[in-house]
């Protein structure tokens, strides 16, 4: 009876396992955050388009704000000119929580970024990916 008990409860175990893979398509490992605006400050100004985007072009304007964030300009290529709005280039904001994992982009480098696409009604309403919680050359 010990061993059917055990055997059912490892099935139990199993079966919630395969459940939570199917259910998250990602199987669990998403790089993109619980919470997408973790460590903005000022979240309030931000309203959230799309929680997690990925998003390749050419890095610009690289520099740091007075407020510790990375910044810096996406030449986007032709297939996400979606994310533009009425904007020419994507700007994109590293912020300092997530730092210590993501890397700077290097002034002209081509690089794909993931991370939360906003409309930052602090910059004058255009749209941004902020934060930016991955990036690589691509």
């Given at each position: 009876m010990k061993r059917l008990a055990a055997s059912l409860a490892a099935l139990v175990i199993m079966v919630g396992f395969a459940l939570y893979s199917w259910a998250t398509p990602d199987g669990g490992d998403s790089l993109c955050p619980d919470d997408p605006l973790r460590g903005v400050w000022g979240p309030a100004r931000l309203v959230v388009l799309e929680e997690c985007v990925t998003v390749a072009g050419?890095?610009?304007?690289?520099h740091r704000a007075t407020d510790?964030?990375?910044?810096?300009?996406?030449?986007?290529?032709?297939?996400?000119?979606?994310?533009?709005?009425?904007?020419e280039v994507?700007?994109?904001e590293i912020i300092p929580v997530n730092q210590g994992e993501v890397r700077a982009?290097?002034?002209?480098?081509?690089?794909?970024?993931m991370?939360?696409?906003v409309i930052d009604r602090g910059h004058g309403s255009k749209?941004?990916?902020h934060?930016?919680?991955?990036?690589?050359g691509c």
């Open positions: 050419v890095a610009r304007n690289i510790g964030d990375i910044t810096f300009d996406l030449t986007v290529d032709p297939e996400y000119e979606r994310f533009l709005g009425e904007n994507l700007h994109s982009p290097q002034e002209g480098e081509h690089v794909c970024i991370g939360t696409w749209v941004e990916v934060p930016v919680f991955q990036l690589e």
